[in-house]
């Protein structure tokens, strides 16, 4: 890297010079410390806190943590720009007129410019650097001798005299720039890694970014839909539309801070990516191997920071259409008399409930089921039914058919059931051991939302607690094969979404319960 170019990147973007005691932010940026304290100053005095180069907002006055390896960067860097006549190193030789020097002799202690270099010992032992008045820093602090071998061991610079007679006799040493050349190699290699983690960062950054905007455009398309639909019904509607909007609007909200949230982390994993870049680039312009190996030892291991951002398009939630269109069809039943002529017109989809029947030769053997095979509940008194391969040992049944494509919707009544636990299961779902990790929503192949006092979202053991301010009379499940969407509402007069999993479904789902002592779950015609 070019001295201007590492200049520029140790500039604070407040007072434009190098960096006095630096200081970072929670953000990664990094400024003088006299500089970002005038500015919180300032920005105390208007009601509010960010950061000058990102603008992220704080609620509170930031605290500001020593950057102390940025601070030695610096230095550094300082102390390789030499201030031309007042600083320059000249020939030793030169009496007449100062020339500068192009090589210094650590054995001779002695610098040398072209001229009087031609005419320098080629033997070993004299050592030339580039041209320094610090030979002291290039010798041994015990034996006064030139340092010329490196001991990966101890990760220490040696004389000879330490390798043969002193601590470090007997160890493989290494000379200092094969040591160097070496240590160089491991940076690239993980500046490699870096660089490639940074690329795959960015991009999750701007998928986020994209689904995003994709789901603002698909949110104005629903709302315009909505719109000409409720134009059609006139004033009758217009409570509807204003009740399907605001949904509209929630869901919308929901999705853009959800997206905010997942973008937020990326980002911030970007900018501490760039900032290791910055640092091991500026590492790798030393050119003297003594220097570069002592500024090496200050960092420590170093290895690669691994990407652990795990967020991605796939992850982020979307608009859930299903629910606009339970609102949707049941105001629509509120004007009997003109839906017929709206469902002509409509551009909006409506889902009509799935006729769903229980599987009787699923149910374990303490299950009663209705004659019509919609009702199901518990007894302490076996049943006596046969036993066979599709049959439960725990207190699960199964619908009669599955769903391995299409959009499907049903609602199940668990007002008469303290405890319940609704779901889907795919057909692998174990059936022969009685244990938990084979109830829904405990495994990999099934889904559920819980209620046991409190309400959860479960999958594969992993529980996510819902808070809800009226109790679940009918819950509502909306499936979307296709899509990989599996969602369930609380129906009542005004229906609100509880939970959306989502996932890529590879086996026909059927409609699961699991029974609790005194439950009575039906599935509504």
Not at 61 to 84: C, G, H, W, Y
Not at 123 to 139: A, C, G, I, Q
Not at 333 to 342: E, I, P, Q, S, T
Request: glycine fraction near 4%; hydrophobic fraction near 35%.
């Amino acid at each position: 890297m070019a001295s201007g170019d590492l200049k520029d990147k140790l500039n604070c973007s407040i007072c434009l010079s190098l960096y006095t005691d630096p200081v970072s932010l929670r953000c990664g940026h990094n400024f003088c410390r006299s500089c970002i304290v005038s500015v919180l100053d300032a920005q105390e005095a208007a009601g509010g806190y960010s950061c000058p180069d990102c603008r992220a907002e704080y609620p509170e006055r930031l605290a500001l943590e020593k950057n102390r390896k940025l601070r030695n960067i610096v230095e550094r860097f300082s102390s390789t720009q030499p201030d031309m006549e007042e600083t320059r190193i000249f020939c030793t030789y030169c009496t007449k007129s100062p020339v500068p020097a192009v090589r210094t002799c650590l054995h001779c202690e002695a610098s040398f410019c072209e001229k009087h270099l031609t005419r320098h010992s080629k033997s070993p032992e004299h050592t030339l650097v580039d041209p320094t008045v610090t030979l002291d820093e290039r010798k041994c602090s015990t034996h006064k001798e030139v340092l010329k071998y490196y001991c990966p061991i101890e990760g220490a610079c040696l004389c000879v005299s330490c390798w043969v007679a002193g601590d470090h006799k007997g160890h493989d040493v290494e000379l200092l720039d094969v040591a160097s050349e070496k240590k160089k190699e491991k940076i690239r290699f993980v500046l490699k890694e870096i660089h490639f983690n940074r690329e795959e960062a960015e991009k999750r950054v701007q998928d986020l970014k994209d689904h995003g905007t994709e789901q603002r455009k698909k949110s104005s398309g629903l709302a315009d839909r909505v719109t000409l639909l409720f134009t059609d019904l006139r004033k009758k509607l217009d409570d509807l539309e204003k009740r399907i909007q605001g949904e509209i609007s929630r869901e919308r909200n929901q999705v853009l801070l959800s997206v905010i949230e997942l973008v937020k982390p990326v980002e911030l994993h970007v900018d501490k990516l760039t900032k290791e870049i910055n640092s091991l680039e500026g590492l790798c312009t030393i050119t003297d191997p003594l220097t570069f190996l002592q500024e090496e030892l200050k960092y420590g291991d170093i290895s690669c920071v691994n990407c652990d951002v795990k967020s991605h398009v796939r992850d982020a939630p979307c608009m859930d259409e299903g629910l606009v269109s339970q609102i949707l069809h049941r105001g629509l039943g509120n004007f009997a008399d003109n839906l017929m002529d709206v469902k002509k017109k409509r551009q909006f989809p409506v889902m009509e409930k799935s006729d769903l029947l229980l599987d009787i030769d699923t149910a374990q053997n303490n299950i009663i089921i209705s004659q019509d095979l919609r009702s199901a509940s518990y007894s302490a008194t076996s049943q006596n039914r046969p036993d066979g391969p599709k049959r439960f040992k725990s207190r699960h049944v199964l619908s009669s058919y599955s769903f391995s494509s299409g959009k499907h919707y049903w609602e199940v009544d668990v007002s008469q059931a303290r405890s319940w636990m609704i779901g889907v299961a795919g057909e692998s779902l174990e059936r022969e051991v009685n244990k938990k990790s084979n109830f829904i929503g405990f495994n990999e192949k099934s889904w559920a939302v819980i209620c046991e006092k409190k309400l959860f979202a479960s999958h594969n053991n992993i529980h996510n607690q819902m808070v809800l301010d009226y109790p679940v009379r009918v819950v509502g499940v909306y499936l979307d094969y296709e899509a990989g969407r599996l969602s369930f509402y609380r129906v009542c007069d005004s229906i609100r979404h509880l939970y959306t999993f989502t996932a890529s479904f590879s086996e026909p789902l059927y409609a699961a319960l699991h029974l609790y002592d005194n439950c009575i779950m039906k599935i509504i015609k």
